[in-house]
């Protein structure tokens, strides 16, 4: 799996999708996430991605586990979800327990706020999690993170369990659909605004992956103070190109400032003395 540097990836994060500010908690609710893919996802960071974008839209932006209308209590989830829905033909599993075993209410919960009693069920049955006898362990931060990798990608089921849609269809060798994702979840609802949170989740995941290496071989050097030219590879390695790639080829390919002071130090005395502009003045003896 892919390992990031997460004071890269948070720093990018602040910025895009959270506005500039970003706490504890929040940080502590994307690394859930991260942990549970890496557990159970695949290396696609495309598909981590969106995954992060979908628990950022569905929990406003706070990255843990919810209640349907950001209720703190359960007497408020179902007085909203009473007042949205009591009227709807299957309010029983959903809007009011009229004659359910267990007396919940299956509003939507956690990460992608899973609904409906048959989806607690199905979604309990497959993580080995009693989610119709208690619905509230979607709530759970860790529990909610299965829930939202195992429904959103193939896993155990081998389908996408929330829609039968899943990440894989839409991320692979021959497609890089961020809008059409949203089928995993919810339709084509708010698809663009989520794909534009894919986006900068990618942009800080692929940035905090990179393999930056340093301009010295610590293993060779130690550590010391400061870097010495003469065991810098970079400088060497830019002075002994001059004779067979040619000059612009050449300044094209250093990357080090030293190695690009050198080189055109070289170059302008060699510049110099093959156009007769200076003379080497050898003394007797020498």
């Known amino acids: 799996m892919t390992s990031f540097n997460n004071k890269k990836m948070f720093s990018f994060m602040r910025n895009a999708p959270f506005g500039g500010r970003l706490t504890a908690t929040q940080v502590e609710g994307t690394e859930a996430i991260i942990n549970e893919f890496e557990r159970a996802g695949d290396a696609d960071m495309r598909k981590l991605a969106y995954i992060l974008a979908t628990a950022f839209h569905e929990t406003g932006g706070k990255m843990i586990p919810v209640r349907e209308g950001f209720a703190k209590t359960d007497a408020r989830a179902r007085h909203i979800i009473r007042k949205r829905r009591y009227a ?69 089921s081998n389908r996408g369990d929330f829609t039968g849609k899943a ?95 050198a080189f055109a130090v070289i170059a302008l005395g060699a510049f110099l003395y093959f156009t007769g502009r200076i003379k080497i003045v050898r003394h007797a003896g020498a």
């Open 167 to 261: 990440l894989e269809d839409y991320f692979n060798d021959h497609k890089d659909d961020p809008v059409g994702a949203r089928r995993i979840v919810n339709g084509t609802d708010k698809a663009n605004l989520i794909a534009t949170y894919h986006k900068t989740f990618l942009d800080a995941l692929q940035h905090a992956a990179k393999d930056e290496k340093p301009y010295y071989d610590a293993d060779e050097l130690g550590t010391p103070d400061k870097p010495s030219l003469l065991k810098d590879n970079t400088t060497i390695g830019a002075v002994s190109a001059v004779a067979g790639s040619g000059a612009f080829g050449v300044l094209s390919s250093i990357d080090s400032p030293w190695a690009f002071a």
């Open 88 to 156: 709807m033909p299957d309010a029983t599993s959903n809007g009011k327990p009229l004659n359910d075993q267990y007396g919940h209410v299956y509003y939507g919960r956690g990460h992608v706020q899973l609904t409906w009693a048959d989806n607690y069920k199905r979604m309990g049955d497959i993580l080995g999690i009693p989610l119709l006898q208690n619905p509230d362990l979607a709530l759970d931060p860790d529990y909610s993170a299965r829930i939202l990798v195992e429904g959103m990608m193939r896993g155990k």
